[in-house]
């Protein structure tokens, strides 16, 4: 499923930090490298300098290249370069060419509010409406890409899946999904208990909850996948992070409907927020192909 990715470079040290993190990920056979120079209105002139930028890019396009192909040369690498004035759109534009399985992308995660009306591309590629996977790579977490930190979220990423679920057919779809992964090891089913389940009952709630729950991973476990379960009460934007670091995981794998930065801005996205608070990856599933 994530044999081809695409990753939007702006050929940061924290873009090579990802570039080094990503071609030893598991299963990744294709990396489509983009980037995307924004188009301003400019008076007369405006297409010497463009050109300019685009002969610059080209060269660190060429150089990114050749890095990728000292850490990995099995994998192939396409090099994609364009202008726009909506960065975001055009990410999705080539990504949707290239008929890409996930969109690597780094965290510059910042509010609701603060992603769309400033130019924040993680939280607008977040919140667009798109069918196109998505894995966001804390800031934090990119910072420290090193030595044991590397191994484990990189080479064994899949070692250890924190799969939130609200018992959605979406949600045990994507969970299902997370099952048939190359490398994947143990997943650890979440189910956040929220106000107003069963009633208003949170006890109830919580015994429900872990009977279902516990139904699913028999099934997983049936299947030869080894599989845990944890049921907690509270806001899945806090506990769904905090699970996520009490329990050592190396990956978040969670569904999200994708309604668009209008329905965020106004309603907010529970997966926006759990994203600026994770210390881990987290893949947000759009699509199961």
């Not at 873009?15 to 209105?41: D, F, M, Q």
């Not at 405006?46 to 050749?66: F, G, H, M, P, T």
């Not at 069963?198 to 996948?225: H, S, W």
């Amino acid at each position: 499923m994530f044999e081809k990715i695409l990753f939007p470079t702006n050929f940061s040290e924290k873009a090579t930090t990802e570039l080094s993190c990503i071609t030893s990920i598991p299963g990744i056979r294709e990396i489509i490298l983009l980037h995307v120079i924004k188009h301003y209105a400019m008076p007369m002139g405006a297409e010497i300098i463009e050109d300019l930028a685009a002969r610059s890019v080209e060269v660190y396009l060429q150089e990114a290249k050749i890095y990728i192909k000292t850490l990995n040369p099995a994998i192939r690498v396409t090099l994609e370069e364009t202008t726009s004035t909506d960065i975001t759109g055009a990410i999705l534009e080539k990504a949707e060419e290239h008929g890409v399985g996930l969109i690597v992308i780094h965290a510059n995660i910042k509010g609701i509010m603060t992603g769309i009306l400033l130019s924040c591309v993680s939280s607008k590629v977040l919140c667009r409406i798109s069918k196109i996977n998505v894995m966001i790579m804390p800031n934090k977490l990119v910072e420290a890409l090193t030595g044991k930190t590397y191994e484990k979220f990189c080479p064994m990423i899949f070692s250890r899946i924190l799969c939130p679920t609200n018992f959605s057919e979406s949600s045990l779809n994507a969970m299902a999904l997370a099952g048939t992964i190359t490398g994947r090891g143990e997943i650890i089913l979440l189910h956040v208990v929220q106000d107003g389940e069963v009633g208003g009952d949170p006890v109830e709630a919580v015994k429900t909850a872990e009977l279902r729950i516990k139904a699913i991973c028999d099934q997983l476990t049936a299947q030869g996948i080894k599989a845990t379960t944890i049921v907690v009460a509270g806001k899945p934007e806090i506990e769904i992070p905090r699970i996520a670091q009490e329990e050592d995981v190396s990956l978040i794998w969670m569904r999200s409907a994708a309604q668009g930065c209008l329905h965020d801005f106004f309603f907010g996205s529970m997966v926006h927020d759990v994203v600026m608070n994770a210390g881990q990856p987290v893949i947000v599933i759009r699509s199961y192909q």
